[in-house]
């Protein structure tokens, strides 16, 4: 499973020093993922962050939930020595469980009451993200929620472009770059990820093992879906 982008030591760093300017409402669909799981978890939980990247959700959660046990998997070397630091800086570190592997290659126990996916679906391919989606259906407990978070749209259609063309306004203000650079990499955003609809996402849930999914989240091109495992 080879995701678009190899997110080695210069790339994981400029993800964390400006990707929440770039993403929109990067913090507000963090937020609503703490709270989605708390309204279903109890004060005793196990979950797991796939692709946790910088540290962000991991913080989020830590934070809030102090008796979750909370495991973070990130397959770049890079990443996971970032979300390490970021859990020192905040007084986590004794918190969290890091591991620098693919879900596949987890162990098949512990499982977990819940996972997070948030920004990852759309740097793989259509079928990777069907294996991936169910390498985390078998992690979870009967019952047990996902959140995923991924970037989404049919690129044939005229709105799929009027939001994009907002979504590179609304980097530009928050201060993420130039418009040129902005524009370029939405251009190759466009171009090279692996785009899929809505009805295609929701019906990827339901086929690899998750019902009832529901979206509760979008801003422009960034949505956010749960779904319970059946």
């Known amino acids: 499973m080879k995701p678009l982008i190899d997110f080695d030591e210069e790339r994981a760093r400029d993800y964390q020093r400006r990707g929440h300017l770039f993403i929109p409402a990067y913090d507000t669909f963090h937020d609503l993922t703490l709270a989605l799981l708390e309204r279903s978890l109890g004060k005793s939980a196990q979950v797991l962050a ?23 998997l990130d397959p770049s ?28 290659d987890l162990p098949p126990v512990p499982t977990y009451d819940a996972i997070t996916c948030l920004l990852v679906l759309h740097f793989l391919s259509p079928a990777d993200q069907v294996n991936l989606l169910r390498q985390m259906a078998l992690r979870l407990n009967p019952g047990g929620e996902l959140v995923v978070v991924t970037l989404f749209g049919d690129p044939d259609t005229t709105e799929f472009h009027r939001q994009l063309d907002a979504w590179g306004k609304q980097a530009f203000r928050s201060g993420w770059g130039s418009l040129e650079e902005i524009q370029e990499r939405q251009e190759r955003r466009r171009r090279d990820l692996h785009w ?15 019902h009832s999914p529901r979206r509760f989240f979008q801003a422009l091109v960034v949505g956010g879906w749960i779904a319970r495992k059946a």
């Open 50 to 72: 796939v692709g946790t990247g910088w540290g962000k959700e991991l913080v989020t959660l830590a934070l809030a939930q102090p008796d979750w046990k909370l495991t973070g």
């Open 77 to 104: 070397a890079a990443m996971v020595g970032l979300a390490r630091q970021t859990l020192t800086q905040n007084g986590l570190a004794g918190r969290v469980t890091l591991v620098e592997s693919q879900v596949a």
């Open 196 to 210: 899929l609809s809505e009805d295609q996402i929701t019906h990827m849930l339901w086929e690899t093992g998750f």
